[in-house]
């Protein structure tokens, strides 16, 4: 190395006279590299960064988390997190946000994050969750609506109870959940749901994280029987070894058809859903109409974008946002032309009888297209039920903005005008995206 010239000095070699060169050693390559740990040097190591880092994780969380709060009464001027507690436990994710809005509370207009602890091993819910509303009024109207309740589903006796969380707002809550395993569950219903609005977080996106395993869930397990040394059971009740309370590992074939009948199962309970949200009979009726704000524009021909059409739309005195709230144009993927019809729901019934007076019989401006447009009602009609609907389905993540539902409401029905989660183009009355 150095001015060393190439070869290796040992420890003060000299020239022909033996002398050393100088005063100070020169060490060997073996000696400047230390030696090599044992097996179990590296597992003390590991064991001490592995401590470092929880010591470091619990910190953060214990910085996040205000214990105080949770005992304090509502009506609250500083909570906006709070904890639903004595779920029955069959409650799933679906039929618990179902039940919320049924009680006048929106997803994303009300609340922005909400998640029910699952139990992975028998798909039951731990018996609580957490839901962080946009306003404190919010939070203290929802304790007033279920605090000492009983929920509606499945008969059972226990009373709800509403308190403060000890984890505080949006931003906390994220915070801990976007590090925790529960965000990466297979099955989205068992993550935490994140959901900002316009007015808040600047477009009315989901978060990407879908919340931990709060509850009850016990560290270490024990023996059966253990004891002191005397080996007699300090119970009569048998305490399951680890090996015996983890049920055997499925064969691969075993885990496909398990895939398959849960797959079947969640279809079924998705069709039960749709079908309860459909009126298939108000789609045989004429306008002009008394009840119906959704329509279903039929006929259209194959080339038109979300955009063209929306173009379309305002040309003909039709505006996004004003006169309609919902607009989605479903899309070939595989070919970029539309199936030839779109959905539209207006503010209003007469609204929607202007649109049908409009276009009823015309045809379409663009690419000389023989076609008529057929004007009918929609078998899921309002605002609400279209987006309870489509907020569920894979269209709302297609990467083409121009390929998903547009949500969009307007100041006097959605407090501020703001787009929702699900959108897929710009604002205003040119669409596009």
């Given at each position: 190395?150095?001015?060393?010239?190439?070869?290796?000095?040992?420890?003060?070699?000299?020239?022909?006279?033996?002398?050393?060169?100088?005063?100070?050693?020169?060490?060997?390559?073996?000696?400047?590299?230390?030696?090599?740990?044992?097996?179990?040097?590296?597992?003390?190591?590991?064991?001490?960064?592995?401590?470092?880092?929880?010591?470091?994780?619990?910190?953060?969380?214990?910085?996040?988390?205000?214990?105080?709060?949770?005992?304090?009464?509502?009506?609250?001027?500083?909570?906006?997190?709070?904890?639903?507690?004595?779920?029955?436990n069959k409650?799933?994710?679906?039929?618990?946000?179902?039940?919320?809005?049924?009680?006048?509370?929106?997803?994303?207009?009300?609340?922005?994050?909400?998640?029910?602890?699952?139990?992975?091993?028998?798909?039951?819910?731990?018996?609580?969750?957490?839901?962080?509303?946009?306003?404190?009024?919010m939070a203290?109207?929802?304790?007033?609506?279920?605090?000492?309740?009983?929920?509606?589903?499945?008969?059972?006796?226990?009373?709800?109870?509403?308190?403060?969380?000890?984890?505080?707002?949006?931003?906390?809550?994220?915070?801990?959940?976007?590090?925790t395993?529960?965000?990466?569950?297979?099955?989205p219903?068992?993550?935490?749901?994140?959901?900002?609005?316009?007015?808040?977080?600047?477009?009315?996106?989901a978060?990407?994280?879908?919340?931990?395993?709060?509850?009850?869930?016990?560290g270490?397990?024990?023996?059966r029987?253990?004891?002191?040394?005397?080996?007699?059971?300090t119970?009569?009740?048998?305490?399951?070894?680890?090996?015996?309370?983890?049920?055997?590992?499925?064969?691969?074939?075993e885990?496909?058809?398990?895939?398959?009948?849960?797959?079947?199962?969640?279809?079924?309970?998705?069709?039960?859903?749709?079908?309860?949200?459909?009126?298939?009979?108000?789609?045989?009726?004429?306008?002009?109409?008394?009840?119906?704000?959704?329509?279903?524009?039929r006929?259209?021909?194959?080339?038109?974008?979300?955009?063209?059409?929306?173009?379309?739309?305002?040309?003909?005195?039709?505006?996004?946002?004003?006169?309609?709230?919902?607009?989605?144009?479903?899309?070939?993927?595989?070919?970029a032309?539309?199936?030839?019809?779109?959905?539209?729901?207006f503010?209003?019934?007469?609204?929607?009888?202007?649109?049908?007076?409009?276009?009823?019989?015309?045809?379409?401006?663009?690419?000389?297209?023989?076609?008529?447009?057929?004007?009918?009602?929609?078998?899921?009609?309002?605002?609400?039920?279209?987006?309870?609907?489509?907020?569920?389905?894979?269209?709302?993540?297609?990467?083409?903005?121009?390929?998903?539902?547009?949500?969009?409401?307007?100041?006097?029905?959605?407090?501020?005008?703001?787009?929702?989660?699900?959108?897929?183009?710009?604002g205003?009355?040119?669409?596009?995206?």
């Amino acid at each position: 190395g150095g001015g060393g010239g190439g070869g290796s000095m040992a420890r003060g070699s000299s020239g022909s006279s033996g002398a050393p060169t100088s005063g100070k050693p020169v060490l060997l390559l073996s000696e400047s590299i230390p030696p090599r740990k044992t097996g179990a040097e590296k597992e003390q190591l590991h064991r001490e960064r592995r401590a470092e880092a929880r010591a470091a994780k619990d910190s953060i969380i214990n910085r996040m988390k205000n214990n105080d709060i949770t005992q304090r009464e509502p009506p609250w001027t500083d909570v906006t997190t709070v904890m639903m507690r004595n779920l029955p436990n069959k409650y799933t994710q679906q039929m618990l946000l179902e039940e919320l809005l049924d009680s006048g509370f929106r997803l994303q207009n009300d609340f922005d994050f909400f998640y029910l602890p699952m139990d992975h091993s028998n798909a039951a819910n731990l018996g609580y969750c957490f839901i962080n509303f946009v306003e404190t009024a919010m939070a203290n109207a929802f304790a007033a609506a279920f605090q000492g309740k009983k929920m509606r589903r499945f008969n059972s006796n226990k009373t709800v109870v509403v308190m403060p969380a000890s984890i505080q707002g949006y931003e906390r809550n994220y915070a801990y959940y976007s590090s925790t395993r529960v965000v990466q569950a297979e099955d989205p219903q068992y993550r935490p749901l994140f959901m900002r609005t316009a007015s808040s977080a600047g477009g009315g996106q989901a978060s990407g994280c879908g919340g931990a395993g709060g509850g009850g869930g016990g560290g270490g397990s024990m023996a059966r029987g253990s004891s002191g040394s005397s080996g007699a059971p300090t119970s009569g009740k048998p305490v399951l070894l680890l090996s015996e309370s983890i049920p055997p590992r499925k064969t691969g074939a075993e885990k496909e058809q398990l895939h398959r009948e849960r797959r079947a199962e969640a279809r079924a309970a998705k069709d039960s859903i749709i079908n309860r949200m459909k009126n298939n009979d108000i789609t045989q009726r004429e306008p002009p109409w008394t009840d119906v704000t959704t329509v279903m524009m039929r006929n259209l021909p194959n080339k038109y974008t979300q955009q063209m059409l929306l173009e379309e739309l305002l040309d003909s005195g039709f505006r996004l946002q004003n006169d309609f709230d919902f607009f989605y144009l479903p899309m070939d993927h595989s070919n970029a032309a539309n199936l030839g019809y779109c959905f539209i729901n207006f503010v209003e019934t007469a609204m929607a009888n202007a649109f049908a007076a409009a276009f009823q019989g015309k045809k379409m401006r663009r690419f000389n297209s023989n076609k008529t447009v057929v004007v009918m009602p929609a078998s899921i009609q309002g605002y609400e039920r279209n987006y309870a609907y489509y907020s569920s389905t894979r269209v709302v993540q297609a990467e083409d903005p121009q390929y998903r539902p547009l949500f969009m409401r307007t100041a006097s029905s959605a407090g501020g005008g703001q787009a929702s989660g699900c959108g897929g183009a710009g604002g205003g009355g040119g669409g596009g995206g």
